[in-house]
């Protein structure tokens, strides 16, 4: 029989949009109106990791992050993969953004 296997997705979050206090220490820490972002990966709609934080040029409407114009993505989203393939989790799929990830990773069963 086949172990059953967790999946996880990366997903990106507004720092801010955490909570109250999140959100009035992003406002007031920022410049230029700049927000705080960040990668998790999700589990069941449980976040069980978090990157660092990088700056994001704040917009009018939901634009995806580029490096050039947020600096520190691709190193957060780095940091997330290693932390996510030591814990023994593995790429399945990506999508069109680069932090559209799919991972799993087989859970063991009762003993």
Same mark, same amino acid.
Request: aromatic share 14%.
């Given at each position: 029989m086949t172990p059953p296997a967790e999946t996880l997705t990366v997903a990106l979050e507004d720092v801010g949009d955490t909570s109250w206090w999140a959100r009035i220490l992003t406002i007031l820490g920022s410049q230029y109106g700049s927000? !705080?972002?960040?990668?998790?990966g999700q589990v =069941?709609?449980?976040i069980r990791y978090r990157s660092s934080t990088f700056p994001v040029a704040g917009s009018v409407g939901p634009i995806s @992050? !580029?490096?050039? +114009?947020? @600096?520190?993505? $691709?190193a957060a989203l780095e940091e997330l993969q290693r932390d996510l393939g030591r814990d023994g989790w593995r790429e399945t799929s990506r999508g069109? =953004? @680069? +932090?559209s990830? $799919?991972?799993?990773?087989? $859970?063991s069963g009762p003993s």
């Open positions: 927000i !705080q972002q960040r990668f998790v =069941d709609g449980k @992050p !580029q490096e050039q +114009w947020a @600096p520190g993505m $691709t069109r =953004d @680069p +932090w990830l $799919t991972y799993e990773r087989v $859970t």
